[in-house]
């Protein structure tokens, strides 16, 4: 994909349905016993796979209309044994709530994927699921994919799980498999995760309790077994793919840009903070009515000078997937801006820290990786170059925005990647950039 520099950035957008909330509301769709209905869902690649898992084991999905989906689930305990290798493509999200959601049925059930997802850490599936009751291997090297379910019905309940690292996917993993236990299932993380999953829940009837985090104390969410209900919900618009354009808005100097209909999840909206504390001219208005559960709301962004910032600690996993941007972001802040505690990045679809500083080093940024993150420092003019973004979908916006902003047309290699979450992404950059 080539991108020239833009002129200016302006216009209004609405984003498609979150992709993190379409899997989860997918998957206990599939638990409840019959219809239930699912409006403005993603229509990534990711969430298909998801789908493709669903009607693998004998849940019916169906489209309604554009971003209209309906599901006929077959209930907890009632799925059926696939009759070969479940592809999950490259989707992460897919593998390891997918596994949770299949642990309480007695099947088993092989998850496999793409060349990238075989290469990503699954092990820890295992450890969460397996006091449950849950038989789950890893049959490739060094625990990684393949990934095999050999379930049970009902699960162990009265069980605590600790998940070995903060990870809403594991959490979620444990929850849904939760659902189908003979007993409450607890999960305890040492700080707070996005919490998608337990604003959704309640909407299928099932009781799920969360208790913050005090002196001493992890934060713990409790779910209570039970058959889910059809339900019907309006995914809100996806806050990853929101941030790119956030990001851009922010740091081009010709910029006037507003997002309508975005979830503004507190537990994942830590870019907003990061943009704060840079001093981005950034407006939140929060909507009436929360959609799924979730708050939303329209984000505005106008140009203004941005400073260097740190990012780190509990703020990490509420800006995962957004650091990428904070690397782009620091290129034009003024001083230093770091990013610490999140080697978690080079386990993600590409060593994420490894190739946003590639890109933008290519770039003429001043950038340099460290073991769990990296420092940047600014403000410098980008040049356009010829990039890589890994097929890597994260990576790949990351350096449009990139793009947008230098001096020169930039060439990005596995730019097709964006499909994974976003497959209108490069249209909509080029609305709001011509």
């Given at each position: 994909?080539?991108?020239?520099?833009?002129?200016?950035?302006?216009?209004?957008?609405?984003?498609?349905?979150?992709?993190?909330?379409?899997?989860?509301?997918?998957?206990?769709?599939?638990?409840?016993?019959g219809?239930?209905?699912?409006?403005?869902?993603?229509?990534?690649?990711?969430?298909?796979?998801?789908?493709?898992?669903?009607?693998?084991?004998?849940?019916?999905?169906?489209?309604?209309?554009?971003?209209?989906?309906?599901?006929?689930?077959?209930?907890?305990?009632?799925?059926?044994?696939?009759?070969?290798?479940?592809?999950?493509?490259?989707?992460?999200?897919?593998?390891?709530?997918?596994?949770?959601?299949?642990?309480?049925?007695?099947?088993?059930?092989?998850?496999?994927?793409?060349?990238?997802?075989?290469?990503?850490?699954m092990?820890?599936?295992?450890?969460?699921?397996?006091?449950?009751?849950?038989?789950?291997?890893?049959?490739?090297?060094g625990?990684?994919?393949?990934?095999?379910?050999?379930?049970?019905?009902?699960?162990?309940g009265?069980?605590?799980?600790?998940?070995?690292?903060?990870?809403?996917?594991?959490?979620?993993?444990?929850?849904l498999?939760?659902?189908?236990?003979?007993?409450?299932?607890t999960?305890?993380?040492?700080?707070?995760?996005?919490?998608?999953?337990?604003?959704?829940?309640?909407?299928?009837?099932?009781?799920?309790?969360?208790?913050?985090?005090?002196?001493?104390?992890?934060?713990?969410?409790?779910?209570?077994?039970?058959?889910?209900?059809?339900?019907?919900?309006?995914?809100?618009?996806?806050?990853?793919?929101?941030?790119?354009?956030?990001?851009?808005?922010?740091?081009?100097?010709?910029?006037?840009?507003?997002?309508?209909?975005?979830?503004?999840?507190?537990?994942?909206?830590?870019?907003?903070?990061?943009?704060?504390?840079?001093?981005?001219?950034?407006?939140?208005?929060?909507?009436?009515?929360?959609?799924?559960?979730?708050?939303?709301?329209?984000?505005?962004?106008?140009?203004?000078?941005?400073?260097?910032?740190?990012?780190?600690?509990?703020?990490?996993?509420?800006?995962?997937?957004?650091?990428p941007?904070?690397?782009?972001?620091?290129?034009?802040?003024?001083?230093?801006?770091?990013?610490?505690?999140?080697?978690e990045?080079?386990?993600?679809?590409?060593?994420?820290?490894?190739?946003?500083?590639?890109?933008?080093?290519?770039?003429?940024?001043?950038?340099?990786?460290?073991?769990?993150?990296l420092?940047?420092?600014?403000?410098?003019?980008?040049?356009?170059?010829?990039?890589?973004?890994?097929?890597?979908?994260?990576?790949?916006?990351?350096?449009?925005v990139?793009?947008?902003?230098?001096?020169?047309?930039?060439?990005?290699?596995?730019?097709?990647?964006?499909?994974?979450?976003?497959?209108?992404?490069?249209?909509?950059?080029?609305?709001?950039?011509?």
């Amino acid at each position: 994909m080539r991108i020239e520099p833009a002129p200016w950035v302006r216009g209004s957008l609405r984003v498609p349905g979150d992709k993190s909330i379409s899997h989860r509301a997918l998957l206990l769709a599939g638990l409840a016993a019959g219809r239930s209905y699912l409006g403005h869902c993603s229509d990534a690649a990711d969430v298909a796979a998801t789908r493709h898992l669903l009607e693998a084991v004998g849940v019916a999905t169906f489209d309604r209309g554009p971003g209209q989906v309906g599901v006929l689930g077959r209930g907890r305990w009632r799925w059926l044994a696939p009759e070969g290798p479940i592809d999950c493509a490259n989707s992460g999200s897919t593998m390891r709530m997918g596994a949770g959601a299949l642990a309480g049925h007695a099947i088993l059930a092989v998850l496999d994927g793409d060349g990238s997802l075989r290469q990503r850490p699954m092990a820890r599936v295992a450890t969460v699921l397996g006091p449950l009751g849950a038989t789950v291997r890893c049959l490739g090297d060094g625990g990684r994919p393949p990934l095999e379910v050999c379930g049970r019905a009902p699960l162990a309940g009265d069980v605590t799980v600790r998940p070995p690292v903060a990870s809403a996917q594991l959490k979620t993993a444990v929850l849904l498999a939760g659902v189908s236990a003979s007993g409450p299932v607890t999960v305890e993380e040492p700080v707070a995760t996005r919490d998608h999953t337990e604003r959704i829940l309640p909407l299928a009837g099932i009781s799920c309790r969360v208790e913050a985090a005090a002196e001493g104390r992890p934060w713990r969410v409790t779910v209570a077994p039970g058959e889910p209900e059809p339900f019907g919900l309006t995914v809100p618009g996806d806050l990853s793919s929101a941030a790119a354009f956030r990001a851009l808005g922010a740091m081009h100097p010709a910029a006037e840009l507003r997002l309508e209909g975005v979830g503004l999840n507190p537990l994942r909206a830590g870019l907003l903070d990061v943009l704060g504390a840079m001093g981005a001219r950034i407006a939140v208005e929060l909507a009436s009515e929360p959609a799924a559960g979730e708050p939303t709301g329209s984000v505005s962004v106008r140009s203004g000078p941005l400073v260097g910032t740190v990012v780190a600690g509990a703020l990490v996993p509420r800006a995962i997937d957004e650091l990428p941007l904070v690397a782009v972001l620091g290129t034009q802040a003024e001083g230093v801006t770091e990013i610490r505690d999140a080697a978690e990045l080079r386990v993600k679809e590409s060593d994420r820290i490894e190739a946003i500083c590639a890109g933008l080093r290519a770039m003429g940024a001043e950038i340099e990786p460290s073991p769990d993150g990296l420092r940047v420092r600014g403000p410098v003019r980008l040049r356009g170059a010829r990039v890589s973004a890994r097929s890597d979908h994260r990576i790949a916006m990351a350096l449009a925005v990139a793009a947008a902003v230098a001096d020169g047309p930039t060439e990005i290699e596995g730019a097709e990647s964006v499909a994974i979450s976003y497959p209108g992404f490069f249209d909509a950059l080029r609305a709001v950039c011509d």
